[in-house]
């Protein structure tokens, strides 16, 4: 990890800002679903708020991706890491003056929702413009995700401390000044490829239309069965496990009795598990074996779930939740490193955009699913029932995605 920072000027300032971002958005993540579990006290405005912020992305991310390969990205990422910094401080004024209620968070979610169907493409497509040699493209793919899974890991605790001392508004207001380095750095780093990127550019808006590869990207998943597998498991992880992450400050005062300081320690262990996952996966050196991994993972999600939900201690309930984190984290990994792995170069744009839908696209669904039943009954037995789903689908599917060699 710390080679590539060494090597290139350009990542080791991107990764650095980005890392500084992102503990900012954690701290927000925990202290949006905190305030407004204490505003709503029910779990169907926590499903409404994940609805928001993620059903941009079911809608919008195919049609960004092609924009994204018609625009400039660094541009474009200057432009949406200044709107997600004005989101930030918008929640923070209206919570530190009081007039913040949950209409708020569900229009500023949204608007926040909207931002990242763009941000999330253009900042996985800028990395391959800031490496200095496309052999190193892979090693920044692994610092990103352990990027990512340090601001999980420390995030939380800090917005648990930053709660419990002077309130959310406080963890909002870290957030939007945590975008400036990252802004900075968007004006200082000089891509590698930007006359490459001008020229793809060009080629990209001479073929077909963005309905019509939409329509290709599909049928090629269908046709080839390894692909439509490893999809249909994402996305059912997608609906079923990701929004635990809504339900989680019902268990942290309900359950276990606790406040914003409890749910800070349970988001801490999700986000130690997710450290743990991505180190173990940079340390991997072939992709051999990542399907039985991700087969593994989704199971080992689904137990972990239950145990979550039948869990009455802290201790308990943050192991489930160290393997939540871990299982999550190699289970997505792996299915990208098997898609990157199967498809062809002509294929893969498409292909990988599926990858967003079928993880980013089942989120929302499946936290106002998850919000709606656990208010009739209760988040514990709903995250029971979600758990047993993503079991049944590692059972069912093993035999169609593990024989990936024959297929191949």
């Given at each position: 990890?710390?080679?590539?920072a ?38 169907l ?150 006359l ?25 998943a ?39 300081d ?7 262990f ?33 137990i ?54 079928a ?47 024959r297929?191949?």
């Amino acid at each position: 990890m710390t080679t590539l920072a060494l090597r290139s000027k350009n990542c080791g300032l991107f990764f650095g800002g980005q890392g500084i971002s992102l503990v900012g958005t954690w701290m927000t993540k925990v202290a949006a679903v905190w305030s407004i579990y204490q505003l709503g006290g029910s779990a169907l405005p926590l499903g409404l708020a994940g609805f928001a912020d993620q059903i941009p992305s079911l809608f919008l991310s195919p049609f960004a991706g092609v924009l994204i390969d018609r625009w400039n990205r660094q541009q474009v990422l200057r432009a949406t890491q200044t709107l997600s910094a004005l989101q930030s401080l918008a929640l923070a004024f209206l919570t530190l003056t009081e007039r913040i209620d949950i209409a708020s968070f569900l229009v500023l979610s949204f608007c926040q929702g909207c931002i990242n169907a763009f941000d999330v493409p253009a900042r996985q497509a800028f990395i391959a413009e800031i490496v200095d040699s496309k052999e190193d493209i892979g090693e920044a793919i692994a610092v990103n995700s352990l990027t990512i899974s340090s601001a999980r890991l420390f995030g939380p605790s800090l917005a648990a401390i930053a709660i419990s001392g002077l309130g959310a508004g406080l963890c909002f207001l870290i957030d939007g000044l945590s975008y400036l380095p990252l802004i900075a750095v968007l004006f200082i780093i000089k891509p590698k490829k930007e006359l490459a990127k001008k020229t793809n550019s060009i080629k990209y808006q001479q073929e077909t239309n963005p309905w019509q590869q939409l329509q290709q990207g599909f049928a090629y998943a269908a046709r080839v069965s390894p692909v439509g597998w490893i999809l249909l498991l994402l996305a059912l992880v997608g609906f079923m496990a990701m929004p635990y992450t809504y339900l989680a400050p019902i268990f942290a005062k309900e359950t276990l009795g606790g406040g914003s300081d409890t749910l800070g320690v349970l988001m801490a262990f999700a986000g130690l598990g997710s450290f743990s996952g991505s180190l173990y996966l940079m340390s991997r050196k072939s992709p051999m074996g990542l399907e039985k991994i991700a087969i593994g993972a989704t199971a080992i999600t689904g137990i972990s779930l239950i145990g979550f939900s039948m869990s009455e201690t802290l201790f308990a309930s943050s192991v489930a939740l160290y393997f939540i984190g871990l299982c999550l984290v190699l289970q997505v990994a792996a299915s990208n490193i098997l898609l990157q792995t199967l498809v062809p170069d002509e294929k893969r744009g498409r292909v990988m955009s599926l990858f967003a839908l079928a993880y980013l696209g089942m989120l929302p669904l499946g936290s106002l699913m998850a919000g709606a039943v656990a208010e009739l009954i209760g988040a514990a037995t709903t995250l029971s029932i979600n758990g047993g789903i993503c079991l049944l689908a590692a059972f069912l599917l093993q035999p169609k995605i593990v024989p990936l060699k024959r297929t191949r």
